[in-house]
């Protein structure tokens, strides 16, 4: 009878002893799990459609190049979008409605400035040959993380940091102009922000 006690206790004790450890990956992980950016280390690369589940390096570096700029644009379009909802304008351009309302009462005439500006960033900066995608390093007109970047490590926080960034901005600018469809509010807690201007309106 003891016997079979004992076994007993063992048994269930058993039950709840911790199950070994053993190293696991996930379908989405792969060629790039290490890049900056990762979603974390046990996801790694973040890839559900499998678009560099081959390890194609090319194609990793033009997508990571397409998501930068794309980031880039976003953080300067909800900066943008925030600014001229609290009031602030071009001289000139005092009239002009601010959010999406904006984009469907500019004139022609007021593109150009715009699609000046954009050409000449596309034409001038370059990507730099064998650096990291976003690297614009190589033209003469000053660009890149400066001081900031006093070592490799320094270079990859900032890397990392600009990455996210700019993936937040896209979801913000997108959120931003999807509530002020919905109720005129695009920034849901308040109204405006209050733009910090050292020089005044």
């Known amino acids: 009878m003891k016997t079979a006690i004992l076994a ?26 290490n890049e900056i950016g990762a979603a974390s280390p046990e996801l790694g690369c973040w ?15 033009r997508l990571r190049y397409v998501e930068l700029k794309h980031g880039r644009i976003a953080q300067l379009a909800a900066w943008g979008y925030a600014t001229t909802w609290s ?5 000139g351009c005092e009239d ?29 900066w ?13 033209t003469a007109f000053p660009v890149g993380f400066g001081p900031f970047a006093r070592n490799e490590a320094d270079m990859i926080d900032l890397r990392t940091k600009e990455l996210n960034n ?14 002020e469809q919905i ?4 920034f849901i807690f308040f109204d405006k922000f ?8």
Not at 47 to 57: A, K, R
Not at 96 to 124: R, W
Not at 168 to 173: K, R, S, Y
């Open 183 to 186: 109720d005129g509010k695009p």
């Open 126 to 138: 370059k990507q730099k040959e064998g650096s990291f995608p976003g690297d614009f390093s190589a």
């Open 96 to 124: 002009f409605p601010a959010g999406h309302e904006a984009v469907l009462k500019i004139a022609p005439i007021n593109l150009i400035p715009v699609l000046v500006v954009a050409g000449a960033l596309e034409l001038t």
């Open 194 to 201: 209050d733009i910090y201007t050292p020089f005044g309106n």
């Open 166 to 179: 700019g993936r937040a901005a896209m979801m913000g600018i997108l959120g931003m102009m999807v509530h």
């Open 8 to 33: 007993t206790l063992l048994t269930t004790a058993a039950a709840f002893a911790p199950a070994p450890k053993t190293a696991t990956t996930t379908s989405l992980s792969g060629a790039f799990d």
């Open 87 to 91: 009031g602030a304008r071009f001289p």
């Open 47 to 61: 890839d559900p459609l499998g678009y560099v589940s081959n390890g194609d390096q090319a194609r990793f570096d």
